[in-house]
Each structure stands twice: as structure tokens, then as C-alpha cells.
């Protein structure tokens, strides 16, 4: 069993800029693949980004490619999301999500653990 605890949403003005963190506890946090996934209310649970076990290999939606980034820590087993110029529409629930199906999976079927989420509102 991998846990995972999501931290760092909150509420943010059009162009701010949040940190989301996510600890990771159980079993090696450095043999999986990580994600980043987002949910609006209404909508689907929707890819963000993902990053390879060892940390080499990113990948992120083009929705947010440009404006956020993925990294982890895998001494203080964290993975991060980096978020700038947020705009109203990234406003959703995040989770993050580790998987054992190989590296920058975007589907949510590919991850086996996910965390509770955190809150993002973006005001405009």
C-alpha cells in the first residue's frame, strides 16, 4: 500500500501562482510512477501531469504545458506541482495518484492509489 496527503490548495487570484505537495508513505515511493490529476465539479476527472519513477521523464497536459510543473523528491518521497499564471478554469479538486503500469500514464485506470485531493479555486 502507497498513502497519499495532497497540500498547499487554497484560493488564489487570476495570474497567482500555488505549490501543491504530495507525501508519500508505505511502501517505496521511488519505484512508481506519479500523477496529477484535477476534477471539476460536474466534470470528469481530467489528466494533468505525470512523471517517471526516477523523476527524468515529464509529461503535461496541454492545458496547463507551459504554466505548470511536475517534480519530485524521491529522498523526502514528495512529488510537487508547480502552478503559475493560474486562470478561473483550473479551478477543480487535484489528486495525485501513483501507479506500477509504467511511466506518464494519462489515464486515471493506471494509477493503483490515490490521495484525498486538495482544493484549488482560481478567482477572476
Known amino acids: 500500500q502507497v498513502q497519499l496527503v495532497e497540500s498547499g490548495g487554497g484560493l488564489v487570484q487570476a495570474g497567482g501562482s500555488l505549490r501543491l505537495s504530495c507525501a508519500a508513505s508505505g511502501r517505496t515511493f521511488s519505484n512508481y510512477a506519479m500523477g496529477w490529476f484535477r476534477q471539476a465539479p460536474g466534470k470528469e476527472r481530467e489528466f494533468v501531469a505525470a512523471i517517471s519513477a526516477s523523476g527524468i521523464r515529464i509529461t503535461h497536459a496541454d492545458s496547463v504545458k507551459g504554466r505548470f510543473i511536475v517534480s519530485r523528491d524521491n529522498v523526502k518521497d514528495t512529488l510537487y506541482l508547480q502552478m503559475n499564471s493560474l486562470k478561473p478554469e483550473d479551478t477543480a479538486v487535484y489528486f495525485c495518484?501513483?501507479?506500477?503500469?509504467?511511466?506518464?500514464?494519462?489515464?486515471?485506470?493506471?494509477?493503483?492509489?490515490w490521495g484525498q485531493g486538495t482544493q484549488v479555486t482560481v478567482s477572476s
Open positions: 495518484a501513483a501507479g506500477s503500469r509504467g511511466p506518464l500514464r494519462v489515464e486515471p485506470q493506471s494509477y493503483d492509489y
